[in-house]
């Protein structure tokens, strides 16, 4: 494929310039006439080679929740200034320093000049703008207040950003002490124990439990290491797909909610994001059903989305929220009891703006238990692995002394 330089008019009368690959200038031409647009001008894109470079290493690019963020934040201002959605489209398109963000906004203002739906613009790009996104913009559009949806919107976001952030902080010296820990017994086993497996066999004395275990790894591993590594390989893979289907998903949820020490602190976070997702929606129009779609499938957690799908089935027979929530599991009693209040007085966002708030600071509480909690456990862990090696390694050798 080859780029070229266009030039071209849409069917409202918009001048456009643009790059479009093809394999021939004729093949581009026929391409801009297919997408509406009459094209004045299509030219070899020059460094052509060098562009597509350029552009294979953009496209890697990911797009990060902060970008999206700042694009909403910038969008609701434009709107609230009174702009026109495609202008303000144009405006953040040349703002914007991400590749894929850029591209995206540039099809949806040709998709919305040609009768698209801000929603159906949006809905086109999910690797930038999820159902969630997708689903305020549509109850903004429809009731007319989409700055204010937008606000919301930005909130979520950036709520669900700094959730993620704090997990991941909490996480972060444990992984680092596991990678350790891991690094450690390798090291010890093929660089260490070798060393002393010759000198004791030539002595011929009987070695205790941890040297013949150590040994025993040690010789499994050179041995074996290419069916070991298979076998790593295939149950790595053989997992990951697993969890990726509808079953291990629900499976994969259920046992991150039972793990010993992570497990609270995945309950509270999904309930922080139930809870403060399903008011903002409410709030901005969302009917209860759909809400509850969209939490099931951004909830993160497949065991707590298989329960979303029992209560849509209640819900749907006339029993209320609070009614079936009670009789669902992972749902503490304060969710369902702050939800039955909202639902009686009427005030059901609120309510549930309230719980949210409650578990943002459960959360806040619970990763910093974590820290103080897996980073001993951790610690030791690393001192019975040193400890059992320097076991393997000296009591043979206080048993050689003793023979001499």
């Known amino acids: 494929m080859v780029k070229f330089d ?10 456009l310039t643009g790059v479009i690959e093809a394999d021939s200038p004729e093949e581009a031409t026929e391409l801009l006439w297919v997408q509406g647009m009459a094209p004045e001008k299509v030219v070899r894109a020059k460094d052509s080679d060098e562009s597509s470079w350029l552009d294979l290493l953009l496209a890697g690019k990911p797009v990060k929740p902060q970008d999206v963020v700042i694009f909403t934040k910038q969008l609701r ?16 398109q040349d703002q914007t320093e991400h590749p894929h963000i850029k591209r995206s906004l540039g099809r949806m203002v040709t998709d919305i000049e040609e009768g698209s739906t801000l929603e159906a613009a949006f809905r086109k790009h999910p690797k930038i703008f999820s ?20 606000e919301r919107l930005s909130y979520i976001l950036e709520h669900e950003n700094k959730v993620k952030g704090d997990i991941n902080t909490a996480l972060a010296y444990p992984k680092i ?4 820990l891991v690094g450690a017994f390798l090291f010890l086993l093929t660089m260490v124990i070798p060393q002393f ?11 205790p439990l941890p040297t013949v275990i150590s040994v025993a790894m040690y010789r499994g591993l050179v041995e074996y290491w290419p069916v070991l590594l298979a076998g790593l390989a295939a149950g790595f893979f053989g997992l990951r797909a697993y969890f990726r289907s509808e079953l291990g998903y629900v499976v994969k949820g259920r046992l991150l909610l ?16 139930f809870s403060s997702i399903f008011a903002i929606l409410l709030a901005s129009g969302v009917t209860v059903m759909e809400s509850l779609s969209i939490i099931s499938e951004v909830i993160g957690n497949g065991a707590i989305a298989r329960e979303f799908d029992k209560l849509k089935a209640k819900i749907e027979e006339g029993r209320g929220i609070a009614g079936p929530l009670k009789q669902a599991r992972y749902f503490p009693p304060l969710v369902v009891n702050m939800v039955e209040i909202g639902e009686e007085s009427g005030s059901l966002d609120e309510m549930l703006q309230a719980v949210a708030n409650h578990y943002d600071a459960e959360v806040e509480y619970a990763v910093k238990r974590l820290s103080d909690a897996l980073g001993p456990l951790l610690v ?9 090696f320097a076991l393997a390694i000296f009591m043979p050798m206080w048993d050689l002394t003793k023979m001499v």
Do not use: H
């Open 6 to 15: 266009y030039q071209a008019t849409t069917e409202s009368g918009r001048r």
């Open 380 to 388: 030791v862990g690393l001192a019975a692995v040193v400890g059992f």
């Open 77 to 92: 201002t434009l709107l609230r200034a009174g702009v026109a959605i495609t202008r303000s489209l144009e405006i953040l």
């Open 197 to 207: 497996v010759s000198t004791f066999a030539k002595a011929g004395i009987d070695l």
């Open 131 to 150: 159902k969630l996104y997708c689903s305020m913009v549509r109850a903004g559009e429809a009731s007319g207040s989409l700055p204010e949806v937008l």
């Open 177 to 180: 002490v596991s990678l350790a």
């Open 258 to 273: 039972r793990l010993p020490i992570l497990g609270p602190l995945f309950q509270k976070s999904a309930m922080s994001r």
